[in-house]
């Protein structure tokens, strides 16, 4: 083989391996003992914006802005090439030019050589950013699952533990209790659902869509669209189940020509909602003699879940009820 021929193969072998390094999409440089720049790929000179002659043969702490100048860094490197160590996922946070604010990872190894004698490394670069906030916003969301969870057993546990059981059959205890707990599903239902979907219109048509077989039995009287919270949706939505049912076993829903009357307004430059529940041309109004469940689910919900206030008026025309609970930072819907 002449000069030619060798050199031929050389150059062959030479142009693959630069092609095989820059075939792969991650950065990466190959540095000497002495941190230097022996060669880096081309993903890493079109991710940092760079020129080749720019880079090769500089040491790796000058390099863009200094962004790669971090002494602990520097460390593990030198530790690298004496002990055959390796770097793994070494967290960079940095706002590189072009680039802004991201969060790479580097992993640094020796350069395989058959008698054990390299003193280079191979230094590999990932772009983490996107999959580490990906996996802090699914942490969050985990853990929020976790605590819906636990809020919806704890209140499917307190309902099956406070429906009245005296006097009544096995079907109507369990009617009334699967009754709730529907309206519970409901809600949460409706707080998973897409942003600007859960407002107070939603969740009246879902707890309100049984009693709609006359269409005139039920009228809205919307309101400025306002977007809820879960928290706020689960513990309403047990509030008008609530009135729902005693409307249809004992006011205006339960006879052919009843009314309810359902509105809305926001308040307090819209820091607070306030719900109007007007029933007519139902039953006689007889006010209760004795505190039942259902009334005490409604103010302690209204109280203590919505940190509002409920008004209950057992009028002569008709049941009414006025319910004002803080909205907090609940947006306005457009």
Known sequence: MNMEDL??????GHVQLQGIVDTVADPMLVLDGNLCVQNASRAFLNTFGVE??????????????????????????????????AVVNYRVEHDFPRL????????????????????????????????????????????????????LLGVAQSIARQTPTAGRTAEEYRDAFLGRFGALAEAQDLSFAEQGSSG???????????????PEAVVMVPGAPVELGPHIIGSLALVL?????????????????????????????????RLDWAESDGPAVTPPTTTGYGT????????????????????????????VIPLGSAPLSR
Not at 112 to 129: C, R
Not at 203 to 208: A, E, G, P, Q, S
Not at 243 to 268: C, F, M, Y
Not at 303 to 322: K, M, N, P
């Open 52 to 85: 080749r002659d720019d880079t090769i043969g500089r040491r790796l702490y000058t390099l863009g802005n200094g962004q790669w100048d971090i002494p602990e860094l520097r460390r593990l490197l030198e530790d690298v090439i004496p002990r055959a160590n």
């Open 100 to 151: 802004g604010r991201r969060t790479m990872l580097l992993t640094a190894r020796t350069l395989y050589h058959p008698d054990g004698l390299s003193h280079s490394l191979l230094l590999s670069i990932v772009d983490a950013t996107d999959r580490i906030r990906n996996d802090v916003a699914k942490d969050m969301l985990f853990g929020e699952l976790r605590h819906r969870i636990k809020n």
């Open 241 to 273: 189940h609530e009135l729902a049912t005693n409307a249809a076993k004992h006011g205006a829903l339960s006879v052919p020509d009843g009314r309810l009357r359902i509105g809305w307004q926001v308040e307090d430059a819209g820091t607070a909602l």
């Open 7 to 12: 050199y031929r193969v050389l150059r062959t």
């Open 200 to 214: 107070v219109a939603e969740l009246l048509d879902r707890i309100m869509e049984p009693y709609r077989d006359n």
């Open 296 to 323: 005490r689910l409604i103010e302690a919900t209204t109280s203590y879940g919505l940190r509002g206030t409920v008004e209950q008026d057992y009028a002569i025309g008709g049941f009414r009820a006025q319910i």
